[in-house]
């Protein structure tokens, strides 16, 4: 659509949402209230599924597990995919809100674990939902093919391969656009686009360090993994202070560091849990083997009996968006929004949703709806104070309902509408 068209389609849209927020609000509280963890979103993927085929799309489940995809063909216009991610963490929420989580699940692990939506993918699920149904009621006022796609397992950073490796592209029409949003700490009413790398590559790697254990009487006859992992955590973060360039951005965190049961005992081996952030495939492609070169060397120094062992946990690509894209999508959220559309800065979290794009070799944009109450945030701005606000993953990250819901329906549904005829 062009600009003046968008601006009509957002005024025409805009009762319609208001009517809908009721039973989006509703919809919203259930899927946070029963939060299933990566790869197991059975009851979430039959909601979204339900809804779709009440709304007359064409509907395809289980594919990469739980994904669900809905494709409703409305005359000639491009494809565009919209994607919401579907699973929750294994985190006890703490929020005290009316509507917490209180669910416990088993992991992949086996191990209880309490579950909460304390990533907001319940309001991305809402938001397509929403998205989906408006835009089936109102196909007089637009032509093209809409994809729903609701995928699984974004936190285990398998979910959207899995849907890929399962015979999507070869299932379901090409996109030629691949839209995406996800809510951050940020002012609730605003979005912020970035063209170019939105949000970092994410690598997670163990390090499993072997020794020799004795007796903590006679170090002598041990070779210690815990000195070598103590020089081994130190020494890393020498790979962003002194190897990466000062005007490059990357994070390189050990969140855990594993060895021993007794404090008389010099254990055998001990193990560190690394996560990298990048926006640079070259510079993570550096610290990828820096990681390998010092923990080799580290335990090289230490005369350990073996090379450590290396596992990769996990592995996010770039969000890196495309220009053109971004600047037909921010033009029309400046329709809608004004000025409570900004660019942002990157963020160093990591998404698959770029897989999409990348296996079908797509351009794709993806972008942030704030869902700070406009007060907190603006106050905790004036005070320096945003890092105290619970972000994602948090026990408290707690989203306010209005106007994030509304935001983000208005934020997909205009992006769409920009592609379509
Ligand atoms: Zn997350
Ligand atoms: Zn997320």
Not at 94 to 110: F, N, W
Not at 216 to 236: E, F, N, W, Y
Request: proline residues 5%.
């Amino acid at each position: 659509m062009e600009i003046n068209q968008i601006k009509s389609f957002n005024t025409r849209m805009d009762s319609f949402i208001d009517k809908l927020l009721p039973e989006l609000r509703d919809i919203y509280k259930d899927i946070h209230q029963n939060p299933e963890l990566s790869l197991q979103e059975f009851r979430t993927a039959k909601i979204a599924a339900d809804y779709l085929t009440k709304y007359q799309f064409e509907v395809t489940t289980e594919i990469g597990i739980t994904g669900v995809v809905g494709v409703m063909k409305n005359g000639n216009g491009p494809t565009v995919m919209l994607r919401a991610d579907m699973d929750a963490l294994p985190v006890a929420e703490a929020t005290g809100l009316p509507y917490q989580s209180t669910k416990i699940a088993r992991d992949e692990d086996g191990v209880e674990v309490g579950v909460s939506h304390v990533c907001g993918h319940d309001l991305h699920v809402t938001w397509l939902m929403g998205a989906a149904r408006l835009f089936s009621e109102h196909r007089d006022v637009w032509k093209s093919t809409l994809m729903a796609v609701f995928q699984p397992g974004e936190e285990v950073g398998r979910g959207a391969q899995g849907m890929i490796d399962d015979g999507m592209m070869e299932r379901f029409p090409k996109p030629d656009i691949i839209l995406g949003q996800h809510v951050m700490v940020g002012e609730s009413g605003t979005v912020g686009y970035r063209s170019g790398a939105i949000l970092s590559a994410g690598n997670s790697l163990k390090v499993k360090i072997f020794g020799r254990g004795s007796h903590g009487s006679q170090p002598q006859t041990s070779i210690d993994p815990v000195i070598m992992a103590a020089a081994t955590t130190m020494r890393l973060q020498t790979i962003i202070s002194r190897e990466v360039a000062p005007v490059e951005n990357a994070v390189l965190t050990i969140g855990a560091l594993q060895a021993g049961t007794k404090e008389n005992i010099i254990p055998d081996d001990a193990t560190l849990k690394l996560n990298i952030r990048t926006f640079n495939d070259g510079v993570k492609d550096h610290i990828l083997s820096a990681v390998k070169r010092i923990c080799c060397a580290e335990c090289a120094a230490s005369n350990a009996p073996r090379d450590p062992e290396f596992t990769t946990l996990d592995s996010y690509p770039l969000t890196e968006n495309d220009a053109k894209a971004t600047a037909k999508v921010a033009e029309a959220f400046h329709v809608q929004f004004g000025d409570k559309a900004q660019e942002t800065l990157p963020a160093s979290a990591s998404e698959d949703f770029s897989v999409f794009g990348r296996n079908w070799k797509v351009p794709y944009v993806f972008w942030f709806v704030g869902g700070t109450d406009p007060q907190t945030y603006l106050e905790a701005k004036k005070n320096n104070q945003i890092n105290t606000i619970p972000s994602n993953h948090s026990t408290k990250f707690a989203p306010v309902i209005d106007p994030t819901l509304k935001t983000g329906l208005q934020a997909m549904m205009t992006a769409a509408a920009a592609w379509f005829n």
